[in-house]
């Protein structure tokens, strides 16, 4: 086989794997070959939340350019594998900080204009509003506003966003916008409230980024005569969640119950960072493990997942134990509530009560005979609402390419 030849193996292997559906052959009549530029706010997130879309839409013989403000060189080789073109945007500050808006907004839009986009898709909470609006600078015909994250870090009720100095630019983004996609139904009524009445955007909802349920199969159930594991994984912040996680695991592990209680620390912001010595308290009840290239390992190991966010989008990670066949113990917040059918596959806890979720692991410790029926009632509820295909298809739609 040629060089040639098998690189092009691998990018249909690539495709498969990403897509869930083998690449279209020769024996399908062409699409119209159109430009489609992704703006998001990291490379970390197109690779993980937005790399399946991408291959989906090349698979459909679409070009994409995807914009982030850095690339790794391993994520920017895991996209360019796809067939995406990669540009980082991130121009230097200048002396001006009041002007620095308008300068970032000017060159984000040359450069979309200079790539001749036909779409755009604009995502990445604070960062929505300047791509949104480049797009339309630029004259992109075609404009989708992706609502992926809660307005407000905390509550997810938009009084952040609001009420700060983005709320104008973010309102003008939405109201511009010929689409906007939300992850959960409170979302969608907090951008069309912030948008007004002059919007003239179509409205639709998606639940999350979905999840691969080939790639993330089901996972036989580990032993108990150890204890229970509990997997978390996200990021050190305040909004994930994670010193509620931590005394209640503090409290259980005080009463003596044997469980486990491991959480993978992945990337965050850092204006809500807590610091490792933050935990430092409860080394003894709460195993810390850095991130991890594949989590599958870790969720084949655990009995249940928890996820005590107080605000989310659609929390993928909580997607990716559902598909592996895991119960989920979660926040009754936006977003986390839609993965949970109460006591079927798992339950919800108020937010910032870690005595409430103190007592969920509780009853999970008391009746382990129900985790493996909730198990199944995970996976199930996974393909039934969050099929990667299923949500790509609604995504390409909106995106006016069906």
């Not at 000017?106 to 755009?120: E, S």
């Not at 308290?281 to 996820?307: K, N, T």
Request: glycine share 6%.
């Amino acid at each position: 086989m040629t060089s040639r030849a098998a690189g092009t193996a691998a990018a249909e292997r690539t495709v498969e794997v990403q897509t869930g559906e083998a690449p279209h052959r020769a024996a399908i009549a062409p699409e119209p070959v159109r430009r489609i530029v992704v703006l998001g706010p990291s490379d970390l997130s197109l690779v993980r939340n937005r790399a399946s879309l991408v291959a989906a839409l090349i698979a459909r013989r679409q070009t994409v350019l995807c914009v982030a403000p850095s690339f790794d060189p391993d994520r920017r080789r895991t996209l360019n594998l796809l067939g995406a073109e990669t540009v980082p945007f991130d121009p230097p500050a200048g002396r001006f900080r009041a002007l620095e808006p308008l300068k970032r907004l000017k060159a984000l839009a040359a450069l979309v204009a200079d790539w001749r986009a036909d779409v755009a898709l604009a995502y990445g909470g604070r960062s929505l509003a300047e791509a949104a609006l480049a797009a339309r600078r630029a004259r992109v015909p075609r404009v989708v506003s992706l609502v992926n994250a809660p307005f407000d870090d905390e509550t997810g009720s938009g009084a952040s966003f609001v009420a700060g100095r983005i709320a104008p630019s973010l309102a003008r983004a939405l109201a511009a916008s010929d689409a906007v996609v939300a992850h959960n139904a409170p979302l969608l009524r907090q951008a069309q409230t912030i948008a007004g009445t002059k919007s003239r955007a179509h409205w639709s909802l998606v639940p999350g980024a979905g999840v691969d349920l080939a790639h993330f199969a089901v996972a036989p159930l580990p032993p108990i005569d150890d204890g229970l594991v509990f997997l978390t994984i996200t990021a050190l912040e305040e909004r994930r969640g994670v010193l509620e996680l931590a005394e209640a695991a503090r409290r259980i592990r005080a009463h003596g119950r044997r469980a486990r209680f491991v959480l993978v620390a992945t990337p965050g912001e850092a204006a809500d960072r807590i610091l490792r010595q933050d935990l430092a308290p409860f080394a003894g009840d709460l195993e810390i493990l850095e991130p991890v290239d594949d989590v599958r390992p870790l969720l084949a190991r655990c009995h249940v997942y928890l996820h005590p966010s107080r605000a989310e989008g659609m929390p993928r990670a909580v997607l990716e134990a559902m598909s592996a066949g895991r119960p989920i113990v979660t926040t009754d917040t936006p977003g986390c509530r839609d993965t949970v059918d109460e006591r079927v596959n798992g339950c919800l806890v108020p937010p910032r009560d870690a005595g409430a979720l103190t007592l969920a692991i509780e009853s999970v410790l008391k009746r382990p005979d129900l985790i493996p029926s909730q198990a199944r009632a995970s996976r199930a509820k996974a393909e039934r609402r969050f099929d990667v295909r299923d949500v790509n298809r609604a995504l390409i739609a909106a995106l006016g390419l069906d």
